[in-house]
């Protein structure tokens, strides 16, 4: 069974390792932060043996050459994580699979917040690292994609088991969770979704990491479908977008 250890880096990163006990094989789910990742290693006992990368952002990628320096670690990514100097040894895009030790991940493309961005899906082990594509309550900004493309990741992921554990890059719930209920307030499972997260966010705990069920019940973004009549309309598409936008500057 694969071991995942998940700790605050910078402001409101989450940074993930995923250990496999049987090889000893530890990835870093992007590098947020070098000097973290490796205490966190360290204090664990587990050696950093492979970089997986999700997209190309600093707070994502900028720890690659750092972490690669000090465990000879080998990095996979996509290729637009040369963007940032390191290019990562070996290229990933949607459909390819992706090794540690005894573990496979499935790689999904969820371009859109970059045109590159991908996600590793252990299928087996029931976990998901989804970067900045999905967040509890929300997804990520759309910089580089279109809401096509934007929408088709999200859909890809929303198609994921509900017990799937999605494990997103950001401590946005609280902000995510006044938008949500500013477009879909009537709708119970995000009520009680929201209380759960004030509840914990006053407690000091994290509400990463989430499940594909309480997203699919809860998130507005993957709740397109059922928004878009009260949008005024017919495409989950263009309502998935009339929705990224209306975040955008949402106070
Ligand atoms: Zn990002
Ligand atoms: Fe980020």
Request: glycine share 10%; proline share 5%.
């Amino acid at each position: 069974m694969l071991q995942i250890h998940q700790f605050p880096c910078l402001d409101d990163n989450y940074g993930f390792l995923v250990h496999d006990p049987e090889t000893g094989a530890t990835a870093a789910i992007d590098t947020p932060d070098a000097d973290v990742y490796l205490a966190e290693a360290a204090r664990k006992g587990w050696r950093i043996t492979d970089i997986w990368n999700t997209h190309w952002h600093p707070d994502h990628a900028g720890g690659n050459a750092a972490i690669k320096a000090a465990t000879g670690a080998v990095v996979s990514g996509p290729a637009e994580v040369a963007r940032i100097g390191v290019a990562p040894d070996r290229v990933l895009q949607g459909g390819d699979e992706a090794r540690l030790g005894g573990r496979v991940a499935r790689v999904l493309d969820v371009g859109g917040h970059t045109l590159g961005h991908i996600a590793y899906v252990f299928d087996a082990d029931h976990a998901a690292f989804v970067g900045d594509a999905l967040f509890a309550l929300g997804c990520g900004r759309m910089f580089e994609g279109d809401p096509v493309q934007f929408w088709a990741s999200l859909s890809r992921l929303a198609a994921l088991p509900d017990e799937t554990v999605v494990y997103c890059a950001h401590e946005y719930t609280a902000s995510n969770a006044k938008f949500a209920l500013h477009v879909d307030g009537a709708n119970p499972a995000l009520v009680a979704y929201a209380d759960e997260v004030a509840r914990k966010r006053a407690a000091g705990q994290p509400t990463v990491p989430t499940t594909i069920g309480a997203e699919r019940a809860a998130n507005p973004f993957l709740r397109a479908p059922a928004l878009k009549a009260g949008l005024g309309l017919a495409d989950d598409a263009e309502a998935f977008a009339t929705l990224r936008r209306m975040k955008d500057t949402f106070k």
